[in-house]
């Protein structure tokens, strides 16, 4: 194994005798980041408004697959809804700073915000949004092409993306995991994408929306695009959806 690996796995193993600032009871980040006074705030429909689908659940588990070719037909609103609902759904918010959402997350600290690139969604027009999950909105940052033209060059799969219906982008806030767990919020932060990604995967499937996973992708022009700084705030995985052909 390579001496960088080693040390991460060195530098982020649990230790005694270094409290964390929860630990040392500082009070926690708060669990979204902030929205610039007076911005237009887009409310999303209830996830609930999309009728549910009932599943076999092994045929699902079984059929699932990473869908790169998707339909010309838009995603409606209800549909990404619904998919924000099961990736990142907020059904609780706790008194130290966590909360209680659709996927589990390592303290329920849910470290991430999810970043949306949209093509076609039925009433929303093409661009970047924050997914504001405690309100359950959106909150637009930017325009449609200009999005395209600083985004798409940062994937390896930039045609998938390119022609996906939108783009799913789960973004750490760092301190919200470390204020709990030290230097293993590096660890919990790349475990906890990977139950997010999979409640897409199969909360897509249901609807016949299909999904493929994204972590090939440039790290600095990508988070200078989405307007983090890379250090305490950086993109950790991503997906592209779109209806099934
Ligand atoms: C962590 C991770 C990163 C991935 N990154 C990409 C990617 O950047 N581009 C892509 O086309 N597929 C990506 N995939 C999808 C995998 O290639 C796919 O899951 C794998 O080939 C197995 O196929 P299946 O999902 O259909 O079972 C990624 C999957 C995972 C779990």
């Not at 959402?101 to 470290?111: C, D, I, M, Y």
């Not at 219906?165 to 919990?188: E, K, N």
């Not at 695009?225 to 995985?237: K, Q, R």
Request: proline share 7%; charged share 25%.
């Amino acid at each position: 194994m390579e001496e960088e690996i080693k040390k991460f796995l060195q530098a982020t193993g649990i230790k005694e005798g270094h409290p964390t600032e929860a630990e040392r009871q500082l009070p926690p980040p708060p669990p979204e980041r902030s929205v610039p006074e007076g911005a237009r705030v887009l409310r999303l429909p209830e996830p609930g408004l999309l009728p549910d689908k009932e599943v076999n659940f092994l045929e699902m588990v079984e059929m699932r697959a990473s869908i790169r070719e998707y339909s010309d037909k838009p995603l409606t609103l209800q549909e990404l809804s619904f998919l924000l609902w099961s990736t990142q759904g907020v059904k609780m918010a706790l008194e130290n700073g966590g909360t209680m959402r659709t996927v589990p997350s390592a303290g329920a600290r849910h470290a991430f915000e999810t970043y949306l690139l949209i093509h076609r969604v039925e009433g929303l027009p093409p661009g970047l949004y924050r997914f504001l999950a405690l309100g359950h909105a959106l909150l637009p940052i930017g325009q449609g092409d200009e999005a395209d033209a600083a985004l798409l060059p940062c994937f390896k799969s930039r045609n998938m993306v390119e022609r996906s219906a939108a783009m799913f982008l789960w973004c750490a806030d760092y301190q919200r995991m470390a204020h709990r767990f030290g230097l293993r919020a590096a660890r919990y932060l790349f475990l906890d994408a990977g139950h997010v990604c999979q409640n897409l995967y199969l909360a897509a499937f249901t609807h016949q929306i299909g999904v493929c996973a994204v972590g090939a992708f440039d790290d600095e022009p990508l988070n200078a695009a989405l307007g983090l700084d890379g250090e305490n705030d950086f993109a950790v995985y991503g997906a592209t959806v779109g209806k099934m052909k």
